[in-house]
């Protein structure tokens, strides 16, 4: 990472992994219409917890994916507390996702597995 980008994390079920993989691994897809905010976090270990204990009882697996986002553009959105100090995360909304995909450099890694590995979840 350099001054010029900021590294987010962002957990994921097997549906959107298989999106973002439809993407050659370069953008999020949109949210769906009960999903208004987009929310990448400021942790791996924060992103670890929820696809641990959230992805994986409600889709049988959770993955964790790590990008770079251009500083930029993340500077006009507050980092937002949703419970303790630890879990930080950007909110951003449903209808600014295309231009957020657009400020990712490079390309979204899958960083953790949890529960099914991603073939498995196919």
């Known amino acids: 990472?350099?001054?010029?980008?900021?590294t987010l994390w962002r957990p994921v079920g097997p549906q959107e992994l298989k999106l973002i993989e439809a993407s050659g691994?370069?953008?999020f897809p949109p949210r769906l219409p009960e999903q208004p905010i987009f929310y990448p976090v400021l942790s791996e270990a924060y992103a670890i917890q929820i696809a641990r204990d959230w992805?994986?009882?409600?889709?049988?697996?959770g993955f964790v994916t790590?990008?770079?986002?251009?500083?930029?553009?993340?500077?006009r959105y507050p980092v937002e507390h949703a419970g303790s100090r630890a879990h930080l995360e950007y909110w951003i909304p449903a209808e600014e996702l295309p231009a957020?995909?657009?400020?990712?450099?490079?390309?979204?890694?899958v960083t953790a597995t949890f529960g099914?590995?991603?073939e498995q979840a196919r």
Do not use: C, H, W, Y
């Not at 990472?1 to 900021?6: A, E, I, K, Q, S």
């Not at 790590?66 to 500077?75: E, I, M, P, T």
């Open 1 to 6: 990472m350099d001054n010029d980008t900021v």
């Open 25 to 27: 691994m370069r953008e």
């Open 55 to 61: 992805n994986v009882p409600a889709s049988g697996s």
């Open 66 to 75: 790590r990008f770079d986002v251009r500083k930029s553009f993340l500077d």
């Open 100 to 109: 957020f995909n657009k400020a990712i450099v490079g390309k979204i890694e």
């Open 116 to 118: 099914q590995t991603a």
